[in-house]
């Protein structure tokens, strides 16, 4: 057994190794929990990288040292230049660990592999159609940006495009000619979540150690088979990091904390394979192990719903002023929700029967008045419609309210509304872009990126080629955020709200277009309000890309969690279509576990303001072949029978199930249906429920609840098997406490495995058919003790 020693001033370890029957035991006494939190690891590749070292300081701290340790036995010292560290490469088992030394305090940050493979796709010379002036690729690996191959010099007609991937899937299609394909040569296919499918190319990662824990008598013990590297921390101290090369059991006694919130983690890895990593918060000195002991702070256990203010319900009809212009059809103008009406349905109680404990409301500064944008069809000759600013995407105030959504009184009667009964609020922030009334623009109109590109084209739309300077439309100017007195200004703005509004966070709209400039600065100053407020919020941004560059944004600096839309992809892919697979949702799954830890707050949508209606996808009334901004322009859209209820249901099993933070959008609570925007924006129904919608409301709730009182549903490990075609079992394990998870996605009953425990295991959630299978396109959760 070979274990580093590694100590601190506050911090004295409890070890205890049941190896070779060796067993010391320490107590261990810790009073410097970090207000913001655990330290998220970071994630290097093969070559070396470089880190701010600013993301793991508080405000007016400076950190002394800085000690990369690839292994246990192997630590240096790095040099920090201009703020950031270099590392030079991957840990040498997959997990390392760096040292911040601030005011005499380590600080442990975790370092893991991001196990790279290179990877050559190739078009081959027989492959049709034979390209006449262009090859190339675009996926994941190329941020969905049409890249060129490269010819094969001694293969006439073969072209090849190197790439670095990490493991997992990675979807993909070449371009020949400008036209978009799949891959002849590879027929592995995955679901794009739209109805259509990409080629993609499957990478495995080494296999990892297990890991696990259990409690006894106060103690928490940590074991991993071995040969693996362990490391434990408490509250970002490092209290163990060693090599074994045997089995381990290691004891870690907790005391002389104070009675708050403190976190016990451990990581484990082997030759490149990392195990689950594990989170155990403790109350004071005791792991909890009681939902009961959880309150809103912690965002593990958190519910999200998502409204569209305006869409919601009209809580006061004063404020009701829908633009008179004929251009904007109905459905493209304000509707008159309010806040005065979430309020409304807070107070009736809404979101607690329905087991939602947050609530992300749209964004409720002013925004422009009068007509704006265009959609038309493609022939223009059926719809045309401008819109106005319902949607509150249109900035022209970073901290007014808008008339037409309330008032700062009403902001302020929401949130205390919220906190008072244990619920959190979550404001949709816009900072990348104002509209071109905005006041900002008549002073500083040179803050704006540039609407032209050099070769004299539109810098609109172009989301993946030009991200961080496109516009995404002409009269919404983009901020150039990596200009320093921009970020200054914007991110003094968002900071505001922290001040004056009871907001506990921010949903971050177009994060991805927005430089790391602006979140360093925004999370700094949120650092610094937490001093005064004495609050810690929580952050969430949007991002659709590769894992790789949705975890560019996530670190102790910058945002705590996005959304997953690469889970939602493949879950509407598995769950809409008879030709999806579980096997693609699993793979997808367990790959965002390993891009963002299997304790993640990563968003896990039923839907969004910007996709079609999954319901509507799931039972056929909507043609994935047709845009669906147009049938939903120019079709009164229903249910198409109840299939589309049943399958709502079943995704909605599916994100309660999952780690992450299940977001129901407005509406899907009742299997709401429609096509694209605006026609997925529709107002909220409450009353006169067919019988499906009530049924689906129930078990939307029923989940909801169901995941919010078990421990295992929201920490421990997370386990995929996917048992047939038919049938996905989720297993959730935390200190001795197993929910098991299954779910149909076919169209007739499944029989389900023995569960092998000798006693009737309760059903927690859904239900079994007269014979005991698990009826079609359905779920059912059973718990154990």
């Known amino acids: 057994m070979n274990a580093s020693q590694f100590g601190s001033k506050a911090v004295a370890v409890a070890m205890a190794f049941a190896v070779l029957g060796c067993q010391p035991s320490e107590e261990l006494h810790t009073h410097l929990a970090s207000s913001w939190g655990p330290i998220m690891p970071i994630q290097v590749g093969a070559n070396a990288s470089t880190w701010v070292v600013q993301d793991w300081l508080g405000p007016g701290e400076s950190a002394e040292r800085l000690i990369y340790c690839s292994s246990p036995s192997s630590c240096d010292t790095l040099v920090i230049e201009q703020g950031t560290v270099t ?136 074991q991993v088979d071995g040969p693996a590297d362990l490391l434990v921390t408490v509250d970002n101290i490092m209290v163990h990091y060693g090599r074994h090369d045997q089995a381990v059991t290691l004891p870690v006694v907790l005391s002389g904390f104070d009675g708050g919130r403190h976190h016990v983690r451990a990581w484990a890895a082997h030759e490149g394979g990392i195990a689950q990593d594990l989170l155990i918060p403790t109350a004071g000195n005791a792991p909890v192990t009681d939902v009961a002991n959880l309150d809103r702070s912690d965002w593990h256990s958190a519910t999200m719903y998502f409204l569209m203010v305006d869409r919601f319900f009209n809580g006061e009809v004063d404020n009701d002023e829908p633009v008179n212009d004929p251009s904007i059809l109905p459905l493209a103008n304000h509707l008159g929700g309010d806040l005065q009406g979430v309020t409304a349905k807070l107070e009736e109680g809404y979101f607690d029967e329905l087991g939602m404990n947050t609530v992300w409301i749209s964004p409720i500064t002013a925004n422009a008045e009068g007509a704006w944008g265009l959609w038309q069809d493609s022939l223009r000759t059926q719809v045309s419609s401008k819109f106005s600013g319902y949607h509150g995407y249109w900035p022209v105030s970073c901290t007014q309210v808008d008339r037409r959504f309330g008032s700062r009184k009403a902001m302020t009667a929401l ?41 004299g084209s539109l810098n609109t739309e172009r989301w993946d080629d030009h991200r961080l300077t496109t516009w995404f439309d002409t009269f919404m100017p983009t901020l150039d955020l990596e200009r320093p007195e921009v970020a ?7 900071v505001w709200w922290a001040h004056h509004s009871g907001i506990d966070g921010f ?72 030709e999806g697979s579980w096997s693609d949702l699993v793979e997808t799954s367990e790959s965002s576990l390993s891009a963002y830890g299997a304790h993640h707050l990563m968003g896990n949508i039923t839907g969004n303001q910007d996709r079609p209606r999954f319901t509507s996808l799931a039972d056929g009334t909507l043609d994935v072949n047709e845009d669906m901004k147009f049938q939903g322009w120019t079709r009164d859209i229903q249910h198409g029978g109840d299939e589309g209820y049943a399958k709502m ?62 421990m295992s549903m929201l920490y421990g490990t997370t386990r995929f098997d996917v048992l047939n075609d038919a049938v996905l079992h989720i297993q959730r394990s935390y200190l001795g406490e197993v929910t098991d998870i299954y779910l149909n996605r076919e169209s007739s009953p499944a029989p389900l495995p023995e569960l092998g425990t000798g006693q009737p295991v309760p059903v927690l959630a859904g239900s079994l058919t007269s014979d005991g299978q698990l009826p079609a396109w359905s779920a059912v959760a059973f718990g154990q003790p």
């Open 649 to 710: 249901r079943t995704l909605m099993s599916f994100i309660m199930s999952v780690p992450g933070i299940p977001c129901v959008y407005y509406g899907d609570e009742i299997a709401d249906v429609g096509g694209n925007d605006p026609d997925n924006r529709r107002m909220m129904r409450f009353g006169e429920l067919n019988d499906q919608e009530t049924a689906t409301r129930a078990w939307t709730a029923s989940w909801a609840n169901l995941r919010r009182s078990r």
């Open 488 to 494: 200054e200004a914007m991110s003094d703005s968002a």
């Open 87 to 222: 590392l030079p490469g991957a840990p040498t088992s997959g997990l390392g660990v760096l040292k911040v030394l601030v005011n005499d305090e380590e600080r442990m940050v975790p370092v893991l592999s991001k196990g790279e493979q290179n990877h050559t796709f190739m078009w081959g010379p027989a492959n049709q159609p034979q390209p006449t002036s262009s090859v190339g690729i675009v996926g994941d690996l190329t941020g969905w940006t049409p890249t060129p191959a490269t010819p094969v010099t001694d293969q006439p007609g073969a072209y090849a495009f190197d790439a670095v991937l990490r493991p997992g899937n990675h979807p993909y299609q070449w371009v020949i000619d400008g036209e978009w394909m799949t891959d002849p040569s590879n027929d592995d296919l995955m679901s794009n979540g739209m109805g259509g499918w990409n080629s993609v190319v499957r990478l495995e990662a080494p296999q990892p150690p297990n890991l696990s824990a259990f409690a006894n008598q106060g103690k928490l013990f940590f």
């Open 415 to 455: 949130t205390d509304g919220a906190h008072h009964r244990g619920m959190n609020v979550l404001l949709d922030y816009v900072g990348n872009h104002v509209h071109e009334d905005h006041p900002l623009m008549d002073v500083h109109r040179d803050w704006t990126t540039n609407l032209y590109l050099p070769d």
């Open 507 to 578: 949903r971050h709209d177009a994060t991805k277009h927005i430089s790391e400039v602006f979140w360093r600065k925004l999370t700094l100053k949120l650092k610094d309000a937490q001093r005064h407020t004495g609050k810690r919020l929580f952050q969430i941004g949007e991002t659709y890309g590769s894992p790789d560059l949705i975890g560019s944004y996530l670190s102790s600096g910058m945002l705590d969690a996005q959304f997953d839309f690469n889970v939602y992809d493949k879950a509407v892919g598995a769950i809409a279509f008879e």
